[in-house]
């Protein structure tokens, strides 16, 4: 059964640092999210991502993150001055069609980055 | 705006007890729709179920059950014959689509643990 596969599965840097998580989306989805959940909160929904530009995007997505599809296959969250509150796990999700915006978002494992 | 209220925080059953997670959801859309995911202890975000807000109908799968009613803005879920393995987070989700596109907003998350 295909599914989503990020990478790594965890990273520590320090802050200051630019970090990239790497996503590999269900092949033949074409909406891909990141969502992040810090240790014992909720999902939290950071970016939408069609069509190789942003859909929507949350008020935590703010100057320091990016996100990018380099190729046909990876989707990328950057961020670009890690601070220690970015420290959480990092969620990719895809789903198919836009006719249905409500189709079932599939997740990956997740990254869990460490921001020292 | 959307909210999602998961409003117990843990539960902690005896193997073989049923077991229900509450959900309660606000939103100003006609159309949305509901999911619950299952995050285990290692971390992934398991899709569970998804329910559009013009079926009404209660749906059963083995031993999962999930009570949606508009009336009370709720899509509660049942665990009959609770397991071990069922041990996880459980949280609940909206999407509106109509007004904030696809985005997913979570509850809080409920801690079920299920002793042997």
């Known amino acids: 059964e295909p599914e989503v596969t990020q990478t790594p599965s965890h990273q520590v840097t320090q802050m200051g640092q630019e970090v990239i998580l790497r996503c590999v989306p269900i092949?033949?989805?074409?909406?891909f999210y990141w969502y992040r959940q810090i240790l014992g909160q909720k999902v939290e929904f950071l970016v939408s991502?069609?069509?190789?530009?942003?859909?929507?995007k949350s008020e935590i997505f703010d100057d320091q993150f990016s996100v990018e599809r380099p190729d046909g296959s990876n989707f990328t969250l950057k961020i670009r001055s890690t601070k220690l509150e970015d420290s959480a796990m990092y969620f990719c999700?895809?789903?198919?069609?836009?006719?249905?915006?409500?189709?079932?978002?599939?997740f990956g494992p997740g990254t869990r980055l460490l921001v020292l | 705006a959307q909210k999602v209220t998961q409003a117990q925080t843990e539960i902690s059953v005896v193997e073989k007890e049923d077991v229900t997670l509450d959900c309660v959801y606000e939103?100003?859309?006609?159309?949305?729709?509901l999911f619950w995911y299952k995050q285990p202890p290692s971390g992934e975000l398991v899709f569970l179920i998804r329910?559009?807000?013009?079926?009404?109908q209660n749906e059963i799968s083995g031993r999962y059950s999930w009570n949606f009613q508009k009336s009370t803005s709720s899509f509660n879920f049942t665990i009959t014959a609770s397991q071990v393995v069922d041990s996880a987070v459980y949280f609940c989700?909206?999407?509106?689509?109509?007004?904030?596109?696809?985005?997913?907003?979570f509850g809080e998350g409920t801690q079920l643990t299920v002793n042997p």
């Open positions: 939103t100003r859309d006609t159309t949305y729709y």
């Open positions: 329910r559009n807000s013009f079926d009404e």
């Open positions: 991502f069609y069509n190789n530009e942003i859909s929507e």
């Open positions: 999700a895809s789903r198919t069609a836009w006719d249905s915006p409500w189709e079932t978002q599939y």
């Open positions: 989700a909206l999407s509106e689509g109509e007004t904030s596109g696809s985005r997913l907003t």
């Open positions: 092949s033949n989805h074409l909406y």
